[in-house]
């Protein structure tokens, strides 16, 4: 028995125009929500956001701070977030010459969504953490939030 398919309330943002089925597609780059995810995407990025959004940042504070990244992932991270103009990189003329990472206005504008998500994930660590049980008895362990 087939499911019949309801008709989304959800309206689309209102500077797109969504096509209908069998009359081609529009690019996904179109959607203002996917821009915005697109600026997020990436393993860490949301956590250098975070700890950017103080003070500027050498590349081994932001190891210090996020201390689950490896050096490798990090660098490539802030390289896609400078490209992104979401971070710009500075040179420091010190001995030897070292690199400071800091948010541009764009960085800066993201900074209520990443506050809003660790606001959420500071709640959901004071919550007791509800187990659900899946089909066949197995149990689905809650994820645990990283950012500070």
């Known amino acids: 028995m087939?499911?019949?398919?309801r008709k989304n309330r959800a309206t689309?943002?209102?500077?797109?125009?969504?096509?209908r089925r069998g009359q081609?597609?529009?690019?996904?780059?179109e959607c203002p929500l996917n821009r915005s995810m697109e600026l997020l995407s990436g393993?860490?990025?949301?956590?250098?956001?975070?700890y950017l959004s103080t003070q500027?940042?050498?590349?081994?504070?932001?190891?210090?701070?996020?201390?689950?990244v490896s050096a490798r992932v990090l660098s490539q991270r802030l390289r896609e977030l400078e490209a992104r103009g979401?971070?710009?990189?500075?040179?420091?003329?010190?001995t030897p010459t070292s690199?400071?990472?800091?948010?541009?206005?764009?960085?800066?504008?993201?900074?209520?969504?990443?506050?809003?998500i660790a606001d959420v994930g500071r709640r959901l660590q004071q919550r007791p953490v509800?187990?659900?049980?899946?089909?066949?008895?197995?149990?689905?362990?809650?994820?645990?939030?990283?950012?500070?």
């Open 43 to 50: 393993a860490w990025a949301p956590h250098v956001l975070y």
């Open 99 to 116: 690199a400071e990472y800091a948010l541009t206005d764009l960085g800066r504008e993201l900074l209520p969504i990443i506050q809003a």
């Open 24 to 29: 081609g597609t529009k690019s996904s780059e």
């Open 130 to 148: 509800e187990h659900r049980t899946r089909p066949g008895g197995l149990r689905a362990m809650a994820p645990q939030p990283t950012l500070g």
């Open 2 to 5: 087939t499911l019949k398919v």
């Open 12 to 19: 689309p943002p209102a500077d797109i125009d969504r096509p």
């Open 86 to 94: 979401v971070v710009a990189r500075t040179l420091v003329h010190t």
């Open 56 to 68: 500027p940042r050498r590349f081994g504070e932001l190891r210090l701070d996020i201390p689950g």
